[in-house]
């Protein structure tokens, strides 16, 4: 009991000190996970796949006269900082942390790309099913990716301490 309650005392802290982190210095500007960044992948991703839109600022111009705007929310940084916070608080070298790290933030990121854009989709096609697919599916979804990245990093470290 005394390990689940340092790794949930653990949790708390880390991802709390992380969430005033980004509560003080997050900026819109940000790489990667800043609401300009993302939006302008989104973007990009849909005219790719030749759905013409048109992007001004962190605002998406979709077709029928639909704006999606990428807020802080809909960066994936939240989904980030607990996976990351889930990561930091189990008892394993820096190495396994880094690697679960980086990969998690990676599969976080690709996920949300895939979340905005078929958000967009349900916005031009089917806009009644909005609200269901944004604040359900979605996060529902993306609870459970949460815990299967962890699993899954969890279950190839125990294979690569074991090799070791």
């Not at 796949?49 to 006269?65: A, E, F, H, Q, R």
């Not at 008892?91 to 990121?109: D, E, Q």
């Amino acid at each position: 009991m005394k390990k689940e309650f340092r790794f949930l005392f653990t949790f708390l802290i880390i991802s709390s000190v992380l969430y005033i982190l980004i509560s003080l210095f997050y900026s819109r500007h940000l790489p990667v996970i800043g609401t300009l960044s993302v939006a302008s992948v989104s973007n990009d991703i849909l005219n790719f796949m030749g759905i013409k839109t048109l992007i001004v600022d962190d605002s998406i111009y979709l077709p029928g006269n639909t704006i999606l705007k990428i807020i802080l929310e809909c960066t994936g940084v939240y989904e980030m900082v607990i996976l990351s916070s889930i990561i930091l608080s189990y008892p394993t070298n820096i190495r396994n942390k880094m690697y679960g790290i980086i990969s998690g933030v990676a599969i976080i990121y690709i996920l949300n790309m895939l979340r905005l854009i078929s958000i967009s989709w349900v916005l031009i096609y089917h806009v009644s099913k909005f609200d269901f697919v944004d604040r359900y599916l979605w996060q529902i979804s993306l609870v459970i990716f949460i815990s299967a990245t962890y699993t899954i990093w969890l279950k190839s470290i125990e294979r690569l301490d074991s090799l070791l």
